[in-house]
């Protein structure tokens, strides 16, 4: 939780420069997700992947447009970017 709180306190104290660079970062990151998860095909398993990928990148970057809460901005930003690197490991690796 130290490492959480820590990194959070650096994203809040430092919110415009962060939020650009993580629109910029995970939207990168997405797009690579994505190109893994269409490498394997476009089947409906593909599709609900790619489905999950979009939607998660979307919520960050509409969060930090509409000026929600700065630990909203960050808890999605994590959750997309993990989202993102498990979609990719799985798509490399098991499929």
């Given amino acids: 939780m130290t490492l959480y ?5 650096i994203f809040n104290k430092n919110y415009m420069g962060s939020a650009a660079m ?12 994505a ?11 593909q599709m609900i992947q790619l489905a999950v990928i979009v939607l ?12 929600m809460k700065h630990k909203v901005v960050f808890n999605l930003l994590i959750l997309s970017s993990v989202l993102s690197v498990v979609f990719i490991l799985l798509n490399t690796i098991f499929l």
């Fill in 22 to 33: 993580a629109v910029i970062g995970q939207s990168c990151l997405g797009g690579a997700a």
């Fill in 56 to 67: 998660a990148c979307i919520f960050v970057n509409t969060s930090i447009l509409a000026q």
């Fill in 5 to 9: 709180q820590t990194t959070f306190d």
């Fill in 35 to 45: 190109m893994y998860v269409l490498a394997n095909g476009t089947s409906i398993l």
